[in-house]
């Protein structure tokens, strides 16, 4: 089956890095989404990666390996407006989104 | 930029009853999809449409039709609503298929079936 696995929830200082991971076991692969979603709120598009490596965004960066199976996204100087659910999604052969069940971000000051 | 509306952001609905939820695109986008989004799952794809008139299954379709008789607009129904359909429900719209497409998405709509 098709499965995307990242953790439910994390914990970050103001200022501070992080980086959450997603792993992905999918038929096909035709590249990576994260999205952002405040509470209550519609996903936001983030970052779309389909070649191995780092895409640097600013305040953000994505990064892929094809090889593992596995993505992570990078906020940094994190602010408190950085809370948020954050989706990882795959596209698979098909060209249908595969999506996690996302990972909130608490912000702690 | 891209805006994608949804007729409520709240509904109320008691058991059996039809729903119709409406989301309306104003950027010409040809593909539009409805998921449900449940607390420790990803979005669930329920059905989506690659042009007027066109509808395809998504994973969840059992309990749901669709309607698109206008490019912009494309409707969710529940024929009879049960209190298992109880979530929140996102509409999104492409431009088209392709892998760098982005999914454009409404505010939601959190139903509540009692």
């Known amino acids: 089956g098709q499965n995307i696995d990242q953790p439910t929830e994390m914990t970050a200082t103001e200022g501070a890095i992080v980086q959450i991971n997603c792993t992905y076991q999918?038929?096909?692969?035709?590249?990576l989404f994260w999205y952002q979603q405040h509470a209550g709120e519609a996903p936001t598009f983030l970052s779309y990666?389909?070649l191995d490596g780092l895409e640097e965004k600013g305040s953000f960066s994505s990064f892929l390996s094809r090889s593992k199976g596995y993505s992570y996204l990078l906020l940094k100087e994190l602010q408190m407006k950085d809370s948020a659910s954050y989706l990882c999604?795959?596209?698979?052969?098909?060209?249908?989104?595969?999506w996690g069940a996302g990972t909130k971000l608490i912000i702690k000051p | 930029d891209v805006k994608v509306t949804q007729s409520s952001r709240y509904l109320v609905k008691r058991t059996g009853e039809k729903v119709f939820l409406e989301c309306v695109q104003d950027?010409?986008?040809?593909?539009m999809f409805w998921y449900r989004q449940d607390p420790g799952l990803g979005l669930r794809l329920i059905y989506f449409?690659?042009?007027?008139?066109?509808?395809e299954k998504g994973d969840i379709p059992e309990g749901y039709s669709v309607s698109r008789e206008k490019k912009e607009r494309f409707s969710l129904i529940l024929e009879s609503a049960s209190t298992n359909q109880t979530s929140m429900y996102l509409c999104?719209?492409?431009?088209?298929?392709?892998?760098?497409?982005?999914?454009?998405f409404g505010p939601g709509t959190r139903l509540t079936v009692l």
């Open positions: 999104a719209s492409t431009l088209g298929q392709g892998a760098t497409d982005t999914q454009y």
């Open positions: 950027m010409d986008h040809e593909n």
């Open positions: 449409s690659y042009d007027v008139k066109m509808k």
């Open positions: 999918t038929s096909g692969f035709n590249g």
């Open positions: 990666n389909v």
């Open positions: 999604a795959v596209m698979d052969s098909n060209y249908q989104l595969i």
